[in-house]
Nanobody, 129 residues
């Protein structure tokens, strides 16, 4: 059974930090990239960051470059998203997903199947003023 489970969300003040985790199981971890997406109320889901499980290549959306860092512990099939200098506009439900490896280059322009089983259920991040 494919499972991706996010954790680490919560309420934080602007300027603060959170570390999200995505624990994956039930599929060949090295065959995919793991992406972090977010969806704010009333907005479309957007890709935030992505990492290749095989070679560590990363992608960051412009809105989070320099503030967020993605990393992977392949021994534990777990991907982390360290979020620093958080802003109220970072408030959203954050999802992780197993995505095609090319997402590390094209995440910003790719379309993804949000109904796929390769998605977690999300964790809420709320950034207050």
């Amino acid at each position: 059974e494919v499972q991706l489970v996010e954790s680490g969300g919560g309420l934080v003040q602007a300027g603060g930090s959170l570390r999200l985790s995505c624990a994956a199981s039930g599929f060949a971890f090295d065959d995919y990239a793991i992406g972090w997406f977010r969806q704010a109320p009333g907005k479309e889901r957007e890709g935030v960051s992505c990492i290749s499980s095989s070679d560590g290549t990363t992608y960051y959306a412009d809105s989070v470059k320099g503030r967020f860092t993605i990393s992977s512990d392949n021994a534990r099939n777990t991907v982390f998203l360290q979020m620093n200098s958080l802003k109220p506009e970072d408030t959203a439900v954050y999802y992780c997903a197993a995505v095609p490896p090319e997402a590390t280059r094209f995440m910003g322009v790719m379309t993804f199947d949000y109904d796929s089983e390769y998605w977690g259920k999300g964790t809420l991040v709320t950034v207050s003023l």
